[in-house]
């Protein structure tokens, strides 16, 4: 019979965290900075936690700082459900409930060391590459050509321009940005995601290719990539599915035979052969 | 390990002792089908049964369960379900799927709500009697059990053959009155009872080895039979087929706000991968939304996924609820995986 000693951890226990600082990004995007009580998250890159506000549920969330962030780590969440409506309520000072770190497809932070890294990135997508990012920024010798490519629907649903118009600046980076539809007031690429692809041709070769955006996003975006006769194992998709525990029970974030909640959420092109269902 | 013999009216007698002062949950007869239950009496078991409505997985995995309570701004605390309790009467294609289960349950991450309970519950198993009309456990090798239970009990006519399997079972057999040894005989009719077990328990019979059936679907046509289609155009995706299944426990979970508003729980329910919404994101993106890719999805799982994860055992243990519980006659899954050996010429 299986050892119970009766004191196992409860997978399904969340631990509270406090917002340490919480503002709106802009209608539908919140951004909150999260501590928990002196402890640490110890999360890498990619990794994601499921946050529960009690009484109205539990959402996996990727986690949108890189893990060189000593003020505690940081969650963009954007507003589309039950939950996450209710984030976009909280406040400084305001209490919620972390479990985590999840998930053991992660970025490949070790492999990428030496090589070039292209990031394409699609509306709210932009959060999880950004631990990324940020932890390549700030071990910026460990990595070669750095080029990120952001789309996002319109101006107004942009997030992190701060960020964003620093990374404009760099010189030791390459940023491209689109909007979907342009405005009055946006003078940058107008267009979809994959329009900046051929602006950037000579960067793809050997690069690490990092995918994250809108289910609808990765089947263009692989398309465009095709073009060049990239190999498989150099891209990585960051998928999303249903999930309801996080800890590979419930059934509900299954592709083929992978659970993202355990084997994901960042997986290889090369892998996503043998899951037809992925893309 | 002990094996020990006892007649019918002495192992009523042993049910009937426990029944005094534990709670003992066995099959009982409900209309002309059956069911487990609490048992308040001995003479309501029924070893003879030809299956169970739904399988006992209910007892480790309830329908529903609280996994925690809160309270606003304090946070939240684990509950826990600490009663023991005693099962009679678990078929061998049952038990087998208890103990898959368990190792999917404790593995990786352990499942403290779902463990507990299973830790606290005693099982006496018991081998088949009475074949039911779509019982397939022979072709998928879960026609006999050697391992899970507390207790095996094998009725080779006139007796029983007890065998006690783990420290508890000793433990719990020691209790009964008028246990004798066995003899070599009583054994071999037990043998017996098993051989026939493993021919006779195959209404449908699968058309090759069941270790063979992940390589089956494996192949590239498999996946894009027209099969897939034929069954999902039927479905009616009620769900009725996860709900029987003695080895789905896909759930959900949701929370609740006491009246106060500020305690509540947060619950888990039976969910099931048939059913429309499963796989459903908030922003309204359905990745199967199609019948046919869930209908495909529960057989690859049963087949193939699952298998992996457990060493290679399947995870359909041919007890036949889903084929008779199915609204449109499509659940059968001998049926799906014989019309794919048939079509892609497999050799076996």
Known sequence: MHECSGVEKDIYLPR???????????????????????????????QFVEVSLAGIG?????????????????????????????????????????????????YPVEESKGRDVVFICGGVGLAPQRSFINYILDNRDDYGDVTILLGTTC???????????????????QFLETVDQGDDCWNG???????????????????????????VMYKFVLMALQEYGLPHENIYLNLERRMKCGVGKCGHCQINNCYVCMDGPVFRYSDLAAMPEAI | MKLKKLTKNAFTNFIDSLIRTQSVIGVRAKGDRFDFGPLDSAKDLRLDYDVTLQPPKKFFLPPSETLLTYQTGAGYKSEYDDMEFILVGVHPYDMIAIN?????????????????????????????????KNVFASSMGTAVVRQGYDILVTDIGDVYVVEAATEKGEKLLSKAKGAVDVS??????????????????????????????PK????????THPVWEEKGELCFACGSCNQVCPTCYCFNVQDDVNWDLKTGRRDRFWDGCMLDGFTKVAGGHEFRKHKADRFKHR???????VPAKIGGEMACVGCGRCVSACLTDIANPVNVYNRLIEDLGTNL
């Open chain 1, 189 to 215: 690429n107008v267009g979809v995601v994959t329009t900046l692809i051929p602006k950037i041709e000579t960067k793809l070769k050997s690069a690490v290719i990092l995918v994250c955006g809108p289910p």
């Open chain 2, 216 to 223: 089956l679907l494996d192949m590239e046509n498999a996946y």
């Open chain 1, 16 to 46: 509270l965290a406090i917002v340490e600082q919480a503002c709106l990004l802009n209608e539908n995007k919140i951004y909150l900075r999260l501590a928990m009580n002196g402890e640490s998250l110890d999360y890498v890159p990619g």
């Open chain 1, 58 to 106: 539990e959402a996996p969330i990727t986690i949108a700082s890189s893990p060189t962030f000593k003020d505690g780590f940081e969650l963009v969440v954007r507003k589309v459900g039950n939950v996450t409506n209710a984030i976009h309520k909280l406040q400084a000072g305001d209490k919620l409930g972390i479990r985590g770190p999840f998930g053991k497809g992660v």
């Open chain 2, 299 to 305: 057989l690859y799982r049963k087949a193939k996924y």
């Open chain 2, 100 to 132: 898959q289960i368990d190792k999917l349950f404790s593995q990786d991450n352990y499942d403290a709500h779902y463990m507990r309970r299973r830790n606290n519950a005693t099982i006496i198993a018991c081998d088949v009697v009475t074949p039911s």
């Open chain 1, 155 to 173: 101006r107004a649903r942009r997030f992190f321009i701060t960020e964003l118009q620093s990374w404009s600046k760099r010189t030791d980076i």
């Open chain 2, 184 to 213: 070599k005989q009583d054994l071999d009719k037990r043998q017996r009872v098993w051989d026939q077990n493993s021919l006779q328990l195959n209404k449908h019979k699968l058309k090759c080895d069941p270790s063979y059936l």
